[in-house]
Every structure is written in C-alpha cells, then in structure tokens.
C-alpha cells in the first residue's frame, strides 16, 4: 500500500509560484496513477491534474491549464505540481492521492497541504 505526504504549500503574492511535492512510500509507487486534488473553503474538493504511472500522459482542469504542470519521478517516488501564475482563487489545501488506475475515485490520499494565494 502507499502512503502519501504533501510539502511545498505556504503563502504566496497573485502572480507567484509554487511547487508541491508528493512523496510516496511503497515499493508499487511506479505502478500508480497520481493527482493532486484541492479543497478551497466552503467548497466541495476538485480535481486539479492527474498523471499516468509512466508519466506519458497528463490532464488539468480547464482552471488550471496552461499554469499548472504535473510531473513524477519515480526513482524519487514523488510527483510534484508545479504552480505558476498564482490566483486568489486557488488558495485551498492542495491532495496528492494515488491510485493503481486512475484519479476516478483515488483509493489513496495524502494529508494536505495549505496554500494561501493573496491578492
């Protein structure tokens, strides 16, 4: 089984950057499908990119596309999400989750991280 563990949130000015990462325990990480998720307050959790377990394929939400990127590296078991462009609107606690097929309904999830985006 994996476990997951989130770093890299924190505060940053609109327009900034940030890199999550999404370290992974489990000697089965390469074999699993990755995504990063997101809760903002008072509002249900979304998806925000998913990446395949060779990382041949990527998909964003239409929010996020263009700003965004998901990566991995599987020697390092961890998937990153790059964040560049920063808007207000996506201050949230940011999920890592993992599943062996896909990000339809992750069986695997990390604790969060915060990141704040001010305007």
């Known amino acids: 089984q994996v476990q997951l563990v989130e770093s890299g949130g924190g505060l940053v000015q609109a327009g900034g950057s940030l890199r999550l990462s999404c370290a992974a325990s489990?000697?089965?990480?390469?074999?699993?499908?990755m995504g990063w998720f997101r809760q903002a307050p008072g509002k249900e959790r979304e998806f925000v990119a998913a990446?395949?377990?060779?990382?041949?394929?990527?998909y964003y939400a239409d929010s996020v596309k263009g700003r965004f990127t998901i990566s991995r590296d599987n020697a390092k078991n961890t998937v990153y999400l790059q964040m560049n462009s920063l808007k207000p609107e996506d201050t949230a606690v940011y999920y890592c989750?993992?599943?062996?097929?896909?990000?339809?309904?992750?069986?695997?999830w990390g604790q969060g991280t915060l990141v704040t985006v001010s305007s």
């Open positions: 489990g000697r089965t990480f390469s074999s699993y499908a």
């Open positions: 990446i395949s377990w060779s990382g041949g394929s990527t």
């Open positions: 989750a993992a599943d062996p097929r896909d990000m339809g309904d992750p069986g695997v």
